[in-house]
């Protein structure tokens, strides 16, 4: 890779940016499967600009309380050297989720999605006591990968929903379906992180799946969640009328190959395997999804 062209995706992995464009591609998946279309910009541009804010809010926040082997790891010494951009994007993500909620995120999509952004919060700021110490909701034994998995799923599915139908249409099986698959696929890619981090956690004492289980067993409960996400696609395709073989194949595709990705990760992967090959099959899927609509014309 040239030195421009590694700049350039250092930027892009680093500042956070490539992975807030992967989570809000899950926004504009949900819209293509349940509406085989997607021309509105707004709602997106919210998610990216809210989950960039809080991403880069995680990795200022405590900084100096950091260990030295992270503050030696690639993704630290890039925002070391590069804080007075950081901030930038920090300032500027604030600025955008502000103002597009105020300009045109009605309040009920704002107020349902309050307890998501409290979680996204205590998950990085220490909120609840214990022991005369207060920790953090990643602090929780075993909870950090069900976290991650129940806010993005959430947000990723209720956003597109409520920003063009009502509450009632939350109770409809597509809808429960696709939340449950999208939990399940943002579980199984987020143990691999688990599992980079696994002498880390090991040594303060946090309770992931790979320290309680194992590198081994975590991969087969990362597989087996991938498992029943194509259950589930394979379940929404016969039970669920108008869902498009097409997009069937695409989630499986996707899973196959996320599985994959799982299967080669490990300790001594670099930050940017885990940046560009696993948040990147969110973007994967998406894309994937986007070709099977263009499909199913």
């Not at 070391?80 to 009920?108: E, Q």
């Not at 999509?109 to 207060?134: D, N």
């Not at 595709?253 to 940017?272: N, V």
Request: overall charge positive.
């Amino acid at each position: 890779m040239s030195g421009r062209l590694r700049i350039f995706f250092d930027f892009l992995i680093f500042s956070n940016i490539f992975l807030s464009i992967c989570v809000t591609s899950l926004v504009v998946e949900t819209s293509l499967v349940l509406t085989n279309g997607f021309n509105d910009l707004r709602y997106p541009f919210f998610l990216f600009c809210a989950t960039l804010f809080l991403y880069c809010f995680h990795r200022v926040y405590r900084s100096d309380f950091r260990s030295q082997e992270e503050k030696l790891s690639a993704r630290h010494l890039w925002i070391k050297n590069n804080l007075r951009f950081f901030y930038s994007v920090l300032v500027f993500s604030a600025l955008g989720a502000l103002i597009s909620a105020v300009l045109f995120v009605p309040f009920h999509i704002l107020a349902t999605l309050l307890p998501v952004a409290l979680i996204s919060i205590g998950y990085t700021i220490p909120c609840l006591p214990w022991k005369g110490k207060w920790l953090r909701l990643r602090d929780l034994p075993g909870i950090k990968v069900f976290l991650i998995a129940l806010v993005l799923g959430l947000t990723t599915v209720l956003l597109p929903v409520l920003a063009y139908s009502s509450y009632g249409s939350l109770m409809s099986p597509a809808i429960f379906i696709i939340f449950l698959r999208r939990m399940f696929f943002i579980f199984a890619i987020t143990i691999p992180f688990d599992i980079r981090d696994l002498e880390y956690d090991q040594r303060n004492g946090t309770r992931t799946i790979p320290v309680i289980l194992g590198v081994t067993k975590a991969k087969a409960v990362a597989f087996f969640a991938l498992a029943i996400f194509i259950g589930l696609a394979l379940f929404q395709y016969f039970m669920v009328s108008n869902t498009k073989i097409e997009y069937v194949f695409a989630l499986v595709l996707s899973a196959l190959i996320s599985a994959w990705m799982i299967s080669i990760s490990g300790k001594k992967k670099q930050d940017r395997f885990y940046s560009v090959f696993l948040e990147g099959m969110m973007l994967l899927q998406c894309l994937l999804i986007l070709m099977a609509s263009k499909l199913s014309l």
